[in-house]
């Protein structure tokens, strides 16, 4: 299973961001998908996050800035961003609890990152 995830970069403050993850792979079923971030000397955080028949679930520092989306017959989720100030630098990581083809348990997977500044 891979998580491939695209979209972040430089974006001036205020300015918008959207990122995107894609799981691929012998997947049976993804019990939920997000998006966490970690800055530098920081402990990895979670940005949003949606359970398969659920509702999302925001951080509060980034609430009415951000949209989370998922298609699940793609198996991909969809984090917009708006109002983006300094404070949300960080390496966005996409995540996923899913269960794989013949097995019976499931496990968090993760994207390799990446990056967006908001700077001018």
């Known amino acids: 299973v891979q998580l491939q995830a695209s979209g972040g970069g430089l974006v001036q403050p205020g300015g918008s961001l959207r990122l995107s993850c894609a799981a691929s792979g012998s997947i049976f079923s993804i019990n939920a998908m997000g998006w966490y971030r970690q800055s530098p000397g920081k402990q990895r955080e979670l940005v949003a996050r949606?359970?398969?028949?659920?509702?999302?679930t925001y951080a509060d520092s980034m609430k009415g800035r951000i949209t989370i989306s998922r298609d699940s017959a793609k198996n991909t989720v969809t984090l917009q961003m708006h109002s983006l100030n300094p404070e949300d630098t960080a390496v966005y990581y996409c995540n996923a609890i899913l269960r794989r083809v013949g097995e019976g348990y499931t496990l968090d997977y993760w994207g390799p990152g990446t990056q967006v500044t908001v700077s001018s």
């Open positions: 949606i359970v398969t028949g659920g509702s999302p």
